[in-house]
Nanobody
Framework: QVQLVESGGGSVQTGGSLRLSCAAS????????MGWFRQAPGKERERIAT???????VYADSVKGRFTISKDNAKNTLYLQMNSLKPEDTAMYYC???????????????WGQGTQVTVSS
């Protein structure tokens, strides 16, 4: 019933930009919290940005000032604009939906399949 599909990943050089998209279906995400997570090899899944039903955003310190989360409620689409990319940003990026903006990724109920972002030096 609920589907989240990420797109927009790819390979860029240090300092480059990418915009990720997450298309939702079978779910009205205007009423819930949406978030972006990433997971690099050998590391725990990290919550990097969230946006609640009122449009309030929260960012992890590692991406603050470089990444921007936004959404289009009419299109049920979530976005992540990533600027000034660094090699440490290399990871699989996932979008997720939750009843509220949970800190622990284990509480988020719906996940996309992920899209790979690779940043080279």
């Amino acid at each position: 019933q609920v589907q989240l599909v990420e797109s927009g990943g790819g390979s860029v050089q240090t300092g480059g930009s990418l915009r990720l998209s997450c298309a939702a279906s079978g779910y009205t995400f205007s009423t819930v919290c949406m978030g972006w997570f990433r997971q690099a090899p050998g590391k725990e899944r990290e919550r990097i940005a969230t946006i609640n039903s009122d449009g309030v955003t929260v960012y992890a310190d590692s991406v603050k000032g470089r990444f921007t989360i936004s959404k289009d409620n009419a299109k049920n689409t979530l976005y992540l604009q990533m600027n000034s990319l660094k090699p440490e940003d290399t990871a699989m990026y996932y979008c997720a939906a939750g009843h509220i903006c949970y800190s622990d990724f284990r509480y988020w109920g719906h996940w996309g399949q992920g899209t790979q972002v690779t940043v080279s030096s």
